[in-house]
């Protein structure tokens, strides 16, 4: 079946649209959404949702090569897909919440708050000097290694919550330091 007869049972509404589709198009579309995931489950997953993202979108669309739109629509779901699956791989969710809690301290986050970075650095660096050595670790660990509480709680033989504790601690005497030193937050 060519392109326009598919774009034309898309526009009609008609449920064979999407299995002539995969017809023509989803050994090109599983091979597309392979080479980001690397799964098969992840790759039909993306598939069917390529699908599904055709038949929304095809009343307000009527592509002339069907091809290269469901090629768009695949690698979107599939790279968005990927980072979703990796970036609960690089931080388990730590990443985002151990940013949250420095965000407290930080505040906001415009251009304009953060143009002298290397200035801001340097006072966490004079903090964190000014730290006892657990207490650096510990900080260090969570804020720049964004370890999990767990982990760092076994390495430093404390409770997650003592280190929770002492997390919240040391925030807030940065957070005194920093407004010492001029910082508005």
Same mark, same amino acid.
């Not at 489950?41 to 598939?47: F, I, R, S």
């Not at 979107?76 to 897909?81: F, I, Q, Y």
């Not at 919440?97 to 505040?107: F, I, R």
């Not at 509480?149 to 404390?158: N, T």
């Given at each position: 079946?060519?392109?326009?007869?598919?774009?034309?049972?898309?526009?009609?509404?008609?449920?064979?649209?999407?299995?002539?589709?995969?017809?023509?198009?989803?050994?090109?579309?599983?091979?597309?959404?392979?080479?980001?995931?690397?799964?098969?489950?992840?790759?039909?997953?993306?598939?069917?949702?390529?699908?599904?993202?055709?038949?929304?979108?095809?009343?307000?669309?009527?592509?002339?090569?069907?091809?290269?739109?469901?090629?768009?629509?695949?690698?979107?779901?599939?790279?968005?897909?990927?980072?979703?699956?990796?970036?609960?791989?690089?931080?388990?969710?730590?990443?985002?919440?151990?940013?949250?809690?420095?965000?407290? /301290?930080?505040?906001? &986050? +415009?251009?304009? %708050?953060?143009?002298? *970075? !290397?200035?801001?650095?340097?006072?966490?660096?004079? =903090?964190?000097?000014?730290?006892?050595?657990?207490?650096?670790?510990?900080?260090?660990?969570?804020?720049?290694? /964004?370890?999990?509480? &767990? +982990?760092?709680? %076994?390495?430093?033989? *404390? !409770?997650?919550?003592?280190?929770?504790?002492?997390? =919240?601690?040391?925030?807030?005497?940065?957070?005194?330091?920093?407004?010492?030193?001029?910082?508005?937050?």
């Amino acid at each position: 079946m060519q392109d326009k007869e598919i774009v034309d049972l898309y526009w009609a509404r008609s449920e064979e649209a999407v299995s002539e589709t995969d017809k023509a198009y989803g050994r090109y579309c599983r091979k597309i959404a392979f080479n980001i995931v690397a799964n098969d489950e992840d790759t039909e997953e993306c598939v069917n949702d390529t699908w599904l993202s055709a038949w929304n979108s095809m009343p307000e669309e009527r592509p002339d090569l069907l091809g290269p739109y469901l090629a768009a629509i695949v690698r979107n779901h599939a790279l968005t897909l990927y980072r979703k699956i990796h970036s609960k791989k690089r931080g388990a969710g730590q990443t985002a919440l151990a940013l949250d809690e420095l965000l407290e /301290v930080a505040g906001s &986050s +415009s251009t304009e %708050d953060m143009v002298d *970075m !290397s200035l801001l650095s340097g006072h966490i660096n004079s =903090f964190l000097a000014g730290l006892d050595k657990n207490d650096r670790i510990i900080f260090v660990r969570r804020y720049f290694y /964004v370890d999990p509480l &767990s +982990s760092i709680a %076994d390495a430093m033989e *404390m !409770s997650e919550s003592a280190v929770k504790s002492l997390l =919240f601690r040391l925030r807030q005497k940065m957070k005194t330091y920093l407004l010492k030193e001029g910082y508005e937050l």
